[in-house]
């Protein structure tokens, strides 16, 4: 397969392919959170669109930018600029020094063996949706994303884009950027990971993972591996965690729907604000100890959160360190509400556990809140009656 691409790598132009350069004009697009601007040279907009039927024999030569692989939908990209692409494609391949825009607008990618969008190489990439967009990937272990990116990697838009992959979704090796869009992703392992960090300002997600829902993962350096969302709507069902940081998951609006196994999982979880719905079968917000970036931490500052627990050995709030509750409505059905090994402040805001509110947390572990009592002997023990029990399962 390579050597047929790299033996017959024609440069494209399809008979309805318009190549627009606007020489002389300085294009300029910030990113989002990194002010990033593209360079005055980086001024060409190519338009493409592929369809079912193509003739490489009858291709021209327009832009020494974008050539396609003989006898496949495999476009590759190798100058920065704005790219906007619709129709059917095998693969997008980007790989430049220099900073790319591409616009997609009802495109379908399938690519049986690979990434859909593969970003090799960049200085940064920005994709923005229009329409209706469908990628579909069955990738592997190394490139594990349908949309799978080295560099900087920044979505947003008006439009869609429905995403299907038997490993990850959405995929940046170092920072994902999502402004807004609307997201429809299903994928045998995470659904969006970033690698240093996700960030998340605006969208309409619909995730359902085999592993996490939404996931940063680097484990190597404390500043990194990191969850900011600060709006937007999602619906997560994942296997394992909804949402998940090494090191920070911090959450200041938004509105959330997650089951999994555990809902939200970091080593410092910070809810300033948002509806948050949890209902999971092992821990419903986990501050575990992931990364040597402190002491884990789960600190609640406002928003509505909503925490209802499986059966047997689970909590609704599990930390390996420190809860601070500071704010906001924590309404809580479970066996166990609360499991810490460090301290627990409650200095304002409401805990409703099982229908009763609390004034203080107290370790419950597998039965303080227990709705109705915990039986024992045939007597039931009242839920709020402050009786501390430790050990058990924590955070993990």
């Known amino acids: 397969m390579e050597e047929t691409k790299n033996?017959?790598?024609?440069k494209i132009i399809l008979g309805a392919?318009?190549?627009?350069?606007?020489?002389?004009l300085a294009v300029c697009f910030v990113f989002a959170y990194n002010n990033v601007k593209l360079d005055s040279n980086q001024s060409n907009t190519?338009?493409?669109?592929?369809?079912?039927?193509?003739?490489?024999?009858?291709?021209?030569?327009?832009?020494?930018?974008?050539?396609?692989?003989?006898?496949?939908?495999?476009?590759?990209?190798?100058?920065?600029?704005?790219?906007d692409l619709s129709g059917e494609y095998e693969e997008i391949v980007v790989n430049t020094s220099e900073e790319v825009i591409l616009n997609l607008n009802g495109v379908e990618i399938t690519n049986s063996s690979g990434p859909a969008i593969n970003i090799e190489e960049a200085k940064k990439v920005n994709i923005v949706l229009s329409g209706e967009n469908k990628i579909t990937s069955n990738t592997t272990e190394d490139l594990d994303g349908a949309i799978y990116s080295k560099a900087d990697l920044v979505i947003s838009g008006t439009g869609s884009v429905e995403v299907k992959s038997n490993y990850d979704g959405i995929v940046s090796k170092d920072t994902l950027v999502i402004k807004s869009g609307t997201y429809n992703i299903t994928t045998d392992d995470d659904g969006i990971r970033?690698?240093?960090?996700?960030?998340?300002?605006?969208?309409?997600?619909?995730?359902?993972?085999?592993?996490?829902g939404i996931k940063a993962s680097n484990d190597e350096d404390t500043s990194l591996g990191y969850v900011t969302i600060t709006g937007g709507t999602?619906?997560?069902?994942?296997?394992?965690?909804?949402?998940?940081?090494?090191?920070?998951?911090?959450i200041s609006g938004g509105t959330f729907n997650i089951t999994g196994a555990e809902g939200i999982e970091a080593t410092c979880v910070k809810i300033d604000n948002g509806t948050i719905n949890i209902s999971?079968?092992?821990?419903?917000?986990?501050?575990?100890?992931?990364?040597?970036?402190?002491?884990?931490?789960?600190?609640?500052?406002?928003?509505?959160?909503?925490?209802?627990?499986?059966?047997?050995?689970?909590?609704a709030i599990d930390v390996n360190g420190n809860i601070y509750i500071n704010g906001g409505t924590i309404n809580i059905t479970a066996n166990s509400a609360f499991d810490y090994d460090g301290t627990a402040e409650k200095?304002?805001?409401t805990i409703i556990v099982n229908g009763s509110e609390l004034n203080t947390i107290t370790n419950q572990m597998m039965g303080g809140g227990m709705k109705g009592g915990m039986q024992m002997n045939g007597e039931q023990m009242n839920p709020n009656s402050g009786m501390q029990m430790n050990g058990g399962k924590r955070g993990r």
């Open 347 to 349: 200095k304002g805001g």
């Open 234 to 250: 999602y619906n997560i069902t994942a296997k394992s965690d909804g949402v998940q940081g090494i090191t920070k998951v911090t």
């Open 46 to 83: 190519i338009t493409t669109n592929i369809s079912d039927s193509i003739d490489t024999s009858s291709k021209t030569t327009s832009s020494s930018s974008v050539t396609e692989t003989s006898n496949s939908k495999i476009l590759n990209i190798t100058k920065g600029g704005t790219y």
């Open 7 to 10: 033996k017959n790598v024609k």
């Open 194 to 212: 970033g690698k240093d960090s996700v960030e998340i300002s605006d969208g309409t997600f619909t995730i359902n993972a085999g592993g996490d």
């Open 17 to 24: 392919v318009a190549v627009v350069v606007i020489a002389g």
């Open 280 to 315: 999971a079968t092992d821990d419903g917000i986990n501050g575990s100890k992931k990364s040597n970036i402190g002491t884990p931490t789960v600190e609640i500052n406002g928003g509505n959160i909503t925490i209802k627990m499986g059966q047997g050995d689970t909590d």
